[in-house]
């Protein structure tokens, strides 16, 4: 846009001497004026054609300037609207308050030359450009830092894995649309894996870059031996040689590198300035002390030439049904007010992660949401900072329940409801009945899923959890999912022909799978945390007609 | 045309006589349409009605210029939101002088 640009002005008045004499004064300005008498009929004008500047009267008959304005904001919320007046001289200031009660109203008075007029309306003009150019610039940067974050995202591993012997789940939350927290997975055998958690200095867009090019370079290392992933001191001198060559005096990294063997349940790990690794006994949620003396050094890239110490190593073995858990110091600045000053205390953050950490009913992969919902449902609902909480541990011995993780298209949920058949007819033989229905609730409940609650991309990279359990007459199935939030009726009449049309009201919205579901489970729990779907389906175990228990 | 409204509108429109004209021919005919819709009003004492008419005044007047008549429809303004019959009477009358007195 140019100064000469012509200006489309709409004037409203319904005195013909007002229209005569401002259309004379703007004559020969850039200011292009459509005047109207009518406010009717500048309302039907303003629904098809766009004003960059409005100038109404505000006392007419039957519709007046305030109301015109309301109208105007219902079509365009940005374009000025100057009041053209002579009440700014009266005593009640009821005039004034409604002009300011609008952000981009302004008010002339009827006896200001024509030089005040015009000089407003190009002030008018200005500001509602500059506004608009501001609007379109947040707009793109909008749209980048929603690209960045597809691109963080895209480099970072599944939100959960469940391996033959170990699982991890993590939850990865930027403070606003990027992070500079870090977290890669690398597996390295079946039994063995290598995590790094770092959380990049600073904060916003550089942050976040410094942390993809770190993920970048991880993800170029990956083909790792056994013994090259437990040298984690060699990884670190690794890690801080990338940020001082690349990113020296830009940035540097609070984290963890650590080697797991499930099989082994050893862990070696080495810390450099970021919160420590905890690790919980799930059988009493009491802490399993990982690190009594303290190791650890200086974060990454912070320190040239940095040396990476025996001691500075922590080694472990951890106990068999336990839980690790690494968290970024985001987990410090949560608060509970907008001024974030109220943080969440840290004894209510250990007290939390205990009680989590013993319970069993619901998968390890899911407690870092489980964490983070439960302090948000607290009120510390209000991070000041971006937030990383990862929880990994090996995979207990249960004979009466197991865990799978499913890739979210057709065939690996055929497979995943195979392998639950599979497991209750291992677990308990004879129960062909229940099997089949597990494995019929299990397929259509995700295919449901994958159907109606995924993106094409979520299809192509999500992971759901599956978890089956024997508990006490029921088979109890629980998917956990990152679809949207969807929910199913509560629940379906007892009355046939209500049934009917309640199920194909059902199918309309949440496919064929929901009826199927809701016929074969006897309750249904749901739940949503943060953005984690959580199904839990109850089967009987009943008696059939067979003599059997199905 | 008084002397105040011409150098006003020569203020505004400089020398364009023609536009001038026109405009100040527009002041006066609004300027009588609007005494002949406020006799009645008041005649019948619709405060409401007999505001509006002496805003609408005011502006018109503003705008060409006119500060005496916009001096008395403020008056009538106030007189009609008091319902000040007595008041408005003397304002009105003061009004129709004015009027008359425009070409």
């Known amino acids: 846009m140019t100064a000469d640009e012509q200006i489309d002005l709409l004037l409203l008045d319904d005195e013909r001497l007002v229209r005569l004499t401002i259309g004379a004064w703007l004559k020969g300005t850039r200011f292009r004026v459509t005047a109207l008498g009518s406010p009717q009929e500048a309302m039907d004008l303003v629904r098809r054609r766009k004003f960059q500047v409005i100038v109404t009267d505000v006392m007419m008959a039957g519709v007046d300037g305030f109301m015109f304005r309301d109208f105007v904001r219902a079509v365009d919320k940005d374009v000025p609207v100057i009041f053209l007046t002579s009440l700014v001289n009266d005593s009640d200031n009821t005039f004034m308050l409604k002009v300011m009660s609008d952000c981009n109203s302004y008010y002339v008075p009827k006896d200001a030359p024509r030089e005040y007029l015009i000089g407003k309306l190009e002030q008018v003009v200005r500001a509602y450009r500059a506004e608009t150019g501001i609007s379109r610039m947040k707009a793109g940067q909008d749209r980048s830092m929603h690209l960045a974050r597809l691109v963080q995202r895209s480099l970072l591993p599944g939100w959960a894995h469940v391996a033959k012997r170990y699982f991890y789940g993590s939850m990865w939350r930027p403070c606003s649309e990027v992070s500079g927290d870090l977290f890669q997975w690398m597996p390295i055998t079946e039994d063995s894996c290598l995590f790094v958690f770092g959380d990049i200095s600073g904060h916003g867009v550089a942050a976040a870059l410094a942390m993809t090019a770190m993920q970048a370079y991880l993800q170029r290392t990956r083909a790792l031996t056994d013994a090259e992933a437990r040298d984690v001191r060699t990884i670190a001198r690794n890690i801080d040689r990338f940020l001082t060559a690349n990113l020296k005096d830009v940035a540097y990294m609070a984290g963890t590198v650590v080697y797991f063997n499930a099989a082994e349940r050893k862990i070696r790990y080495l810390n450099a300035g970021g919160l420590d690794l905890r690790c919980f006994r799930r059988s009493d949620g009491s802490v399993f002390p990982l690190n009594p003396e303290n190791r650890g050094c200086p974060p990454f890239g912070l320190l040239q030439d940095a040396v990476y110490r025996g001691s500075d190593v922590v080694e472990a073995v951890i106990p068999e049904d336990s839980l690790v858990i690494s968290v970024s110091d985001g987990i410090m600045d949560l608060t509970s007010d907008e001024a974030g000053e109220q943080r969440a205390p840290a004894e209510l953050i250990d007290e939390v992660t205990c009680e989590l950490a013993r319970d069993r009913a619901n998968s390890g992969c899911v407690y870092p949401y489980r964490l983070l919902a439960v302090l948000e449902s607290l009120g510390y609902d209000k991070p000041q900072d971006d937030l990383q909480f990862v929880a990994f541990g090996p995979i207990a011995a249960r004979p009466l329940s197991a865990v799978w993780e499913v890739a979210m298209n057709p065939v690996a949920i055929d497979e995943a409801a195979q392998k639950v058949g599979e497991f209750i007819r291992a677990r308990r033989p004879g129960l062909d009945v229940l099997a089949v229905k597990a494995e019929l609730l299990v397929g259509e409940h995700l295919m449901n899923v994958h159907d109606h609650a995924l993106d094409d991309y979520q299809r192509r990279h999500e992971r759901a959890i599956l978890r089956v359990a024997f508990a006490g007459d029921c088979l109890e199935l629980s998917a956990w999912d990152r679809g949207r939030a969807w929910g199913g009726s509560a629940g379906y009449s007892a009355r046939p022909e209500e049934r009917f049309a309640e199920q194909n009201a059902s199918l309309a919205s949440h496919g064929r799978g929901e009826a199927i579901v809701r016929e074969i489970s006897a309750r249904l729990a749901r739940q949503r945390m943060l953005d984690l779907n959580r199904n839990v389906f109850y089967i009987p175990i009943a008696e059939d007609k067979t003599g059997g228990v199905s | ?103």
Do not use: C
């Not at chain 2, 505004?12 to 609004?30: K, M, N, R, T």
């Not at chain 2, 005044?57 to 001096?71: H, Q, V």
């Open chain 2, 1 to 103: 045309m008084k002397e105040g409204i011409r150098r006003w509108l020569t203020e505004q429109f400089g020398s364009d006589e023609a536009l001038i004209a026109d405009v100040y021919a527009e002041y006066v005919s609004s300027a009588r349409g609007k005494m002949a819709e406020l006799a009645p009003a008041f005649a019948a004492r619709d405060w409401a009605q007999v505001d509006r008419i002496a805003h609408t005044l005011k502006g018109n007047a503003l705008m060409i210029g006119d500060a005496t008549l916009a001096e008395v429809a403020v008056a009538l303004r106030a007189a009609s939101k008091a319902a000040d019959a007595t008041a408005a009477e003397t304002f009105v009358a003061r009004l129709e002088g004015l009027v008359r007195e425009l070409d």
